[in-house]
């Protein structure tokens, strides 16, 4: 009798410990649910009846200087004195990098633009954001996606483009109301 | 007692410095646009300036201090000329303070040197050169060795007289105002222009591009704009930047900017302008 209640207190706290083992082993289940679901949602990982897409929104760098003339943009880097200029349809997409409007939105609606494949588009797209991240003018977001992009695209699609200029040198010694441009001693 | 004198529509205070002078600038001095103090002792100012740098601008033969919107220049020089090769005697007091205004507007905003004449105006320096015609100024922008001094000195400058050879000056109508065309800004004085007076309108804006064919092509706003930026004062400055390319702007939506390819020979250039309506 105590054998078996030994056995009994035994498988009992066996038991126990294997509850208490379970209950651990799910919550670190739980919690790798919880991670896994998280990073999804921080990389924009969404559903949409039934399909699971991958998207990616960036955002503009806040040092870059940008005005928009005659359809194209010109960007200016205060600390490395480079210019940019961009094309019509670079320029639409360097707007609509606000951090909260996915690519897939941008392809969709360049490629209804454009009559174009979205896949094809969006390689491209893909591509120059990776560009102009690789030189610092842009970086990925981490905010939520907006729904329904107020992305507008006017006139016909042609692949985007960069095009860079440097700020040239300053004055030649001291600022002057003469010019004396040129080489900066 | 400061005087206060107009030019190109701006009044300007100017006064000599006291012996006392005092720094920094008491609040009361509001310039209307700018305030010039006529000083003996250049080279205080100039090492103030290098002391203070985020405020004030050390500039050959002048000191700005942007917010208090002053500017230091030597007495000695207050009537001082100096000729600019083919374009004739220009007083140099008065570019400085054209200068000035410019970098001010550049620097605070168009706001700061509106003035009831000049409310709709910005003004805008660029690297450039610029000759009369009977059609206008013609200004020719391009980087250092690109033929700026060339076209406008030795190749028109025998029939168009030459208003600037490094720096031009204008007067840019605002967007969205009624205004008038931009105006280049002429400091000297010559017989041919006693009567165009001070401002000619702008006729033409080229880029310039050095070939061995004579032609004038379309050139896209956006690339036009990130060529003329240079030189620029305020380059560290966001707000600078942002300023200099909004005017910029008004400038190419008024007058677009053309390449214009050229080599060193004057009939075929000159036949081209007038053939293009632009002489």
């Not at chain 2, 570019?95 to 509106?114: M, N, Q």
């Not at chain 2, 003329?228 to 008004?250: F, K």
């Amino acid at each position: 009798m105590s054998a078996r209640r030994s056995g009994d207190a035994n498988s009992s706290s066996r038991n126990s410990a294997g509850a208490v083992e379970n209950s651990r082993i799910g919550s670190v289940i739980a919690r790798k649910a919880y991670r896994a679901i998280h990073d999804a949602e921080r990389s924009s990982v969404f559903v949409r009846k039934g399909m699971v897409q991958m998207s990616r929104q960036w955002e503009r760098a806040r040092d870059i200087v940008w005005e928009e003339l005659g359809g194209e943009a010109v960007l200016v880097s205060p600390t490395t004195s480079k210019t940019w200029v961009l094309n019509h349809t670079a320029s639409a997409i360097w707007k609509c990098c606000d951090g909260q409007t996915s690519i897939d939105d941008i392809a969709l609606k360049l490629a209804e633009a454009g009559r174009l494949d979205v896949a094809n588009v969006k390689t491209e797209l893909l591509a120059f954001c990776k560009q102009l991240e690789s030189q610092g003018m842009l970086r990925s977001s981490g905010r939520a996606v907006r729904a329904g992009a107020s992305f507008a695209f006017a006139g016909s699609y042609v692949p985007p483009f960069i095009r860079m200029h440097g700020l040239g040198v300053g004055f030649r010694g001291r600022p002057s109301s003469r010019g004396g441009s040129g080489p900066a001693s | 007692m400061p005087q206060t004198i107009e030019l190109f529509g701006y009044s300007i205070n100017v006064s000599k410095e006291a012996r006392n002078n005092s720094w920094p600038l008491p609040d009361a001095i509001v310039p209307p646009v700018l305030n010039v103090i006529l000083t003996k002792n250049m080279p205080a100012h100039e090492e103030r300036a290098r002391r203070y740098r985020s405020r004030m601008l050390l500039g050959e033969d002048f000191v700005l201090d942007y917010p208090s919107q002053t500017l230091w220049f030597p007495a000695s020089k207050r009537k001082a000329i100096m000729e600019i090769k083919n374009a004739g005697p220009q007083r140099i007091f008065d570019r400085t303070i054209l200068f000035c205004i410019a970098l001010l507007a550049e620097r605070l905003g168009p706001a700061v040197v509106a003035t009831p004449s000049t409310r709709h105006v910005l003004p805008l320096y660029l690297h450039a050169s610029a000759v009369a015609t009977a059609c206008g100024a013609l200004v020719f922008c391009g980087r250092s060795t690109f033929g700026k001094s060339t076209i406008s000195g030795e190749i028109l400058g025998p029939i168009f007289p030459q208003l600037d050879d490094d720096q031009v000056t204008m007067h840019i109508g605002m967007l969205n105002k009624k205004t008038r065309a931009p105006r280049v800004l002429y400091f000297g004085r010559r017989r041919e222009l006693s009567t165009a007076g001070s401002e000619l309108p702008l006729a033409g804006l080229f880029w310039l591009q050095k070939s061995a064919e004579f032609k004038i092509e379309e050139m896209d706003q956006a690339e036009a704009a990130s060529l003329m930026l240079s030189p620029l004062v305020n380059r560290r400055r966001p707000i600078a930047i942002l300023n200099r390319l909004r005017i910029i702007r008004a400038l190419l939506t008024k007058m677009p900017c053309r390449r214009l390819y050229f080599a060193k020979e004057q009939a075929p250039l000159v036949e081209l302008l007038r053939a293009n309506g632009y002489a």
